[in-house]
């Protein structure tokens, strides 16, 4: 059974990413995967600064989390738009987990927890578009990574009405495309990473 990891690019408490991430893990299990969803906010890590790393290493939550990627065939990721981009907080997660540990051999490479692996990428913003200017970003960091970035990708638009609280998406073109994705990286994590 494949096992993706699923986590949004916000730490925010009421995150629509998180939601999202939260109804995208059901559609994984529901499409025969296995599902574990993170939330960032559990793992504070400092921003990346090289005297910080150079001073006391991989500080211990993203120790934790690199961990927790190793684990995992696929990434199933909700990626907020701040100004056509990806947050802050995605981009220090992906730079800190990119770096090597030790020796940089085998599993302490920097490429270990993102090479073979294959994501879907989803987005979630209140505004008209979706937060889809963020996700060529992305694409583009975890492509250099050694990511398969499957091609289609899920922006949900006027998340504040079709994410609500309670779980689950409004949006029937929107739980659609989600449940879609799900299923396509499902089956592509069975196909890309198979696990002994
Ligand atoms: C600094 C900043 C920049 C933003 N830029 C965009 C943007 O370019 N496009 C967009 O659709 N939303 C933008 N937003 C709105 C966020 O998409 C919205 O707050 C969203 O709910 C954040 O994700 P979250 O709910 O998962 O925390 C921006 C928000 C902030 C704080």
């Known amino acids: 059974m494949p096992r993706i990891l699923v986590f949004a690019g916000s ?3 009421e ?5 999202l991430a939260r109804a995208a893990a059901a559609f994984v299990r529901e499409a025969g995967g296995e599902a574990t969803f993170v939330d960032l906010d559990d793992y504070p890590i400092a921003l990346y600064h090289g005297d910080l790393e150079a001073a006391s290493g991989m500080p211990e939550h993203a120790t ?3 961990r927790l990627f190793l684990e995992h065939d696929a990434l199933l990721i909700a990626a907020p738009e701040n100004n056509s981009s990806i947050t802050a907080l995605l981009k220090n997660t992906i730079d800190w987990l990119s770096r090597d540990l030790a020796d940089g051999r085998g599993e302490n490479s920097g ?3 993102w090479r073979g692996k294959v994501a879907g990428l989803m987005a979630a913003s209140p505004g008209a ?4 200017r963020a996700l060529p970003h992305l694409r583009q960091v975890l492509s250099a990574l050694g990511v398969t970035v499957l091609g289609t990708q899920v922006p949900v638009p006027r998340a504040d009405h079709a994410l609500p609280a309670e779980g689950g998406i409004t949006d029937e073109r ?5 449940r879609e ?3 396509a990286l499902v089956e592509a994590a ?3 990473a198979p696990r002994g």
């Open 181 to 183: 994705l799900a299923r």
């Open 11 to 13: 730490a925010r408490r």
């Open 129 to 132: 578009f979706g937060g889809v």
């Open 190 to 192: 069975g196909r890309l």
């Open 64 to 66: 934790r989390l690199r």
């Open 15 to 19: 995150s629509l990413n998180k939601r």
């Open 111 to 113: 490429l270990a927890p």
């Open 174 to 178: 929107a739980a659609r495309a989600v």
